[in-house]
């Protein structure tokens, strides 16, 4: 099978995000972590490329992205989506315009869009201005995210720095006069010198006028939900076969840990509620932790009955973020916390959890690498944009769900662990 769509993502949750939705169109979505070391064999029409890209340094960002490119041009791609956060996570200098503009040259093409809406997790764009919700995102949660503050909404002034090359905006107005009106906003802005176009969306039917209109260009940029109907169209236009293999969920034993690192408001919501539940929980405290080592935690999670699915986590509120990188500094603090995390998962998996439930983009993005995951096939989807995904790790066969931060209802924990009892 030649590869239809090469998919790069930013972050591990990113990724499952967008193949979770490619693949409710049932055909085979298969994810690699990092860019794998041996050429593709049998690629599946849907490939994603999970990097860990999002806060690393620009030139790492792109040099990595460029040789995802390469992969997935080996596996026969000629279409490309990159894929970022629906909140548009980025720093002043990076990494969305700069990989943006490096796979822009790579392909030889001149213009392409930007459309991190996600109707279904409230992710909306108008008139340039990206919502979380009814909030504009610089007043949203995503303004005290640990990583990556959020303080502006508007997508050209956010993307404005990143770039070398002219912003546009293909609004709303005329995305509602469908896909044609589109593609001829999208040439006049390209008569103009206009590289980067963001493109309002604010419902599921936006998507799809997006997507038709931009099916055949070499790269698309966005959110996950824009590729959505990528699948139904590449059917209809023949480019993708109906007869694709289907996904196959191995059955394994119930044996559950959930980790936490998010500090987003949801991840909040969920690590309380799920402790109300009755849950074993163990809280991790960044400052503790340089004091005593993972040590504390290991011992306690050796004592616990993983049948009840005991949670880990170092989710906290704005104000404890903040004092604990005042004292380690940002990046410390997060390393130090996926570290541990990371280890949980190896020791829980030592022990014999078969199911792991992590919260967090960059979390994920640590604990999959520790946990020597290369390869996930995508199975049932617990809430939008989270699927379960399978895999080898340690040589034994394990299911995980990597749930960005923001996603999910409260009930989320209990949720991921009933989609896999039914
Ligand atoms: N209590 C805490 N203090 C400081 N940093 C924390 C704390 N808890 C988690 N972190 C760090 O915050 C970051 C959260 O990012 P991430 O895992 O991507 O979550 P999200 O999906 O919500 O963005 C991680 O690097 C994590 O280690
Ligand atoms: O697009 C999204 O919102 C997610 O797929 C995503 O990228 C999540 O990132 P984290 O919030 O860091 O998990």
Redesign the pocket.
């Given at each position: 099978m030649t590869t239809v769509l090469g998919c790069i993502a930013d972050?591990f949750?990113g990724a499952t995000d967008l193949a979770g939705l490619l693949a409710r169109s049932g055909v085979r979505v298969s994810l690699r972590i990092g860019i794998p070391s041996e050429p593709p064999t049998d690629p599946a029409a849907f490939e994603v490329i999970a990097l860990k890209s999002r806060t690393a340094p620009v030139t790492e960002a792109v040099a990595e992205t460029r040789a995802a490119l390469k992969w997935l041009q080996t596996a026969g791609a000629k279409r490309f989506f990159w894929k970022y956060c629906s909140t548009f996570?980025s720093t002043p200098e990076g990494n969305i315009g700069p990989v943006a503009e490096a796979l822009m040259d790579d392909l030889g093409t001149d213009q392409t869009i930007y459309c991190p809406a996600f109707p279904e997790n409230g992710r909306s764009i108008f008139m340039g201005n990206l919502f979380v919700g009814q909030q504009p995102l610089s007043e949203s949660p995503m303004k005290d995210?640990?990583?990556t503050p959020m303080r502006d909404s508007n997508l050209m002034r956010l993307l404005g720095p990143q770039v070398t090359k002219a912003t546009g905006l293909a609004d709303r107005l005329t995305v509602a006069q469908g896909a044609q009106a589109l593609r001829a906003r999208l040439d006049t802005l390209k008569g103009q010198g206009v590289a980067h176009v963001v493109v309002d969306a604010v419902a599921n039917e936006d998507l799809y006028v997006i997507a038709d209109a931009c099916r055949d260009m070499p790269l698309m940029t966005g959110g996950s939900a824009v590729a959505m109907p990528l699948p139904a169209l590449y059917l209809a236009d023949g480019v993708l076969s109906a007869d694709a293999p289907k996904a196959v969920a191995p059955k394994l034993n119930d044996t559950t840990i959930v980790l936490s690192?998010?500090?987003?408001a949801m991840?909040n919501a969920q690590v309380a509620h799920y402790k109300a539940t009755g849950a074993a929980s163990y809280q991790?405290d960044?400052l503790a932790l340089t004091e005593n080592g993972p040590g504390p935690v290991l011992d306690w999670l050796a004592a616990q009955d993983l049948s009840k699915a005991p949670l880990v986590y170092?989710?906290?509120n704005p104000e404890?973020?903040r004092a604990?990188?005042d004292k380690l500094g940002v990046a410390a603090?997060?390393?130090l916390?996926?570290a541990t995390l990371s280890a949980c998962a190896v020791a829980a998996r030592d022990a014999g959890a078969r199911r792991i439930i992590v919260?967090?983009?960059?979390?994920?993005g640590a604990v999959t690498k520790t946990l020597g995951v290369t390869q996930l096939n995508i199975g049932a989807e617990i809430a939008p944009g989270v699927p379960w995904t399978y895999c080898q790790s340690g040589g034994l066969d394990i299911a995980l769900t990597l749930k960005?931060?923001?996603f999910g209802s409260e009930t989320f924990f209990t949720d991921a662990q009933a989609k896999l009892s039914t």
């Open positions: 972050d949750t996570d995210h640990p990583l690192g998010s500090c987003s991840t991790l960044p170092a989710t906290a404890s973020v604990a990188q603090a997060g390393e916390i996926e919260a967090g983009g960059e979390t994920s960005s931060g923001n």
